[in-house]
């Protein structure tokens, strides 16, 4: 379980998250949402420690995320970055295989297969023999989610928590690939994952999402199941403008 306590980041004397706290489950997709300045960035530094606060912390399982050894975190948590990584001048299936290097002590052959099984899920199986630096944008980020979700495709020991997360995974994805693949990590989450989802855009990610949590000015301003925090007058305040409506909300949840 992921808990926020009290987490507040500054950049000089502005700050960007405000003593914030959220506490996330432990299993299904949670998707945070805000507009930009919303402090997404800022808490998704945090989290995978890019960025020390000011003050609080970021706990998983009741300890401190940066007192967590390196390895023991790669065996429990995969993320995937916004940005493309330099260097990966090679095939696809090998770029999806290094997901597996934490599992070293692992057959070969095992590796190899829930590598072949994350590309299928993530739809680059086909892509396989193909040069990752040839690929368009939304290939790679593709490749990379399939990377991800090789390095903690099983538990360790039955019933070990596993959490997965994303910044801004859809980009150069087109709406009906972004579907599928919400779809897709909606059922990898119902395999006893968490994964955490980090989006610009709240549709199409609200209509698959177990829970939105929703920023605006570095505090969460709505936290919950879709069906209770997408109403008309919350999304208006967030983003203003009149294009949101309950109409709309309703909608957006039941794609």
């Not at 090998?94 to 190899?112: E, K, Q, T």
Request: aromatic share 6%; glycine share 10%.
């Amino acid at each position: 379980m992921i808990r926020l306590r009290n987490l507040t980041v500054s950049y000089g004397n502005i700050p960007v998250l405000n003593e914030l706290s959220l506490t996330l489950p432990d299993q299904g997709l949670a998707v945070v949402a805000g507009p930009e300045g919303a402090g997404k960035t800022s808490l998704w530094r945090a989290l995978h420690g890019e960025l020390v606060p000011d003050s609080g912390d970021v706990v998983l399982d009741g300890c401190p995320l940066r007192v967590w050894p390196r390895k023991k975190l790669a065996l429990r948590r995969a993320a995937l970055e916004q940005d493309i990584p330099r260097g990966l001048a090679c095939p696809v299936r090998d770029v999806v295989r290094m997901g597996r290097l934490v599992h070293a002590g692992m057959p070969s052959w095992h590796n190899a297969c829930i590598a072949d099984q994350a590309m299928a899920a993530a739809g680059v199986r086909d892509l396989a023999g193909r040069c990752f630096p040839g690929l368009a944008l939304g290939e790679q980020r593709r490749v990379l989610l399939a990377q991800a979700m090789a390095q903690i495709w099983e538990p360790l020991a039955p019933g070990a928590l596993r959490d997965l997360w994303l910044d801004e995974p859809f980009l150069g994805i087109d709406l009906a690939a972004q579907c599928r693949l919400l779809g897709m990590l909606k059922r990898f989450a119902a395999s006893g994952v968490s994964v955490l989802c980090f989006v610009p855009d709240l549709f199409p990610a609200a209509a698959y999402a177990d829970s939105l949590v929703i920023l605006r000015e570095g505090e969460v301003v709505a936290h919950g199941a879709p069906s209770q925090v997408l109403t008309g007058n919350l999304l208006q305040s967030v983003y203003g403008g009149d294009s949101w409506t309950p109409e709309l909300a309703a909608s957006g949840t039941t794609m």
